[in-house]
T-cell receptor
């Protein structure tokens, strides 16, 4: 069964460093999302992406964040200068059509020291 | 106001019993979708079941069913014949279909930690 994949599964970085989180959505899906979950808290929406454009972004998704679909398969989230509070699990999700179910990847656990 | 409310932070249930996880929602949008996801201790988010606001019948997927009461704005998840592998965090989420983009975000509740006792 097709699934969303994410790499790396874990990343440890120093405050102020740039990180890139990678996702490969399900191949025939057109809509892509990033969410994050701070430890012990609920899942929060970051950004949605369709047709090579950001469709919507949350207040969390400030200028330090960017997304890109560099080729036909990858979807990346970049954090330019990480802060301690960026430590969280980051989930990529995709859906075939916009109102269809969003399928989540296994997540990348980011720890900023 | 919270858009999704899950009032049970934790539940303990005997194996093989049925369990109901509560979820209430708040929206003024006539078109929306409700989802339940399971998050085991390993951390991934597993889609379980979906209910659309216009669906006439309650959704079912194997041992999972969604008790959708539109007038009360509730979408409770029912797991029948619980198994040890059902122990996990369960999140209710809502998508409000408010734009023409079609890729609306999910808003999640705070989750319920379900523990199945052998």
């Amino acid at each position: 069964e097709p699934e969303v994949t994410q790499t790396p599964s874990h990343q440890v970085t120093q405050m102020g460093q740039e990180v890139i989180l990678r996702c490969v959505p399900i191949s025939n899906h057109l809509y892509f999302y990033w969410y994050r979950q701070i430890l012990g808290q609920k899942v929060e929406f970051l950004v949605s992406f369709y047709n090579n454009e950001i469709s919507e972004k949350s207040e969390i998704f400030d200028d330090q964040f960017s997304v890109e679909r560099p080729d036909g398969s990858n979807f990346t989230l970049k954090i330019r200068s990480t802060k301690l509070e960026d430590s969280a699990m980051y989930f990529c999700a995709s859906s075939e059509m916009g109102l269809e179910t969003q399928y989540f990847g296994p997540g990348t656990r980011l720890l900023v020291l | 106001a919270q858009k999704i409310t899950q009032t049970q932070p934790g539940m303990f249930v005997q194996e093989k019993e049925a369990v109901t996880l509560d979820c209430t929602y708040d929206t003024s949008d006539p078109s929306y979708g409700l989802f339940w996801y399971k998050q085991p201790s390993s951390g991934e988010m597993i889609f379980l079941i979906y209910q659309g606001s216009y669906d006439q019948q309650n959704a079912t997927e194997g041992r999972y069913s969604l008790n959708f009461q539109k007038a009360r704005k509730s979408a409770n998840l029912v797991i029948s014949a619980s198994q040890l592998g059902d122990s996990a965090m369960y999140f209710c989420a809502m998508r409000e279909d408010i734009s023409n983009f079609g890729n609306e975000k999910l808003t999640f509740g705070t989750g319920t930690r379900l523990t199945i006792i052998p």
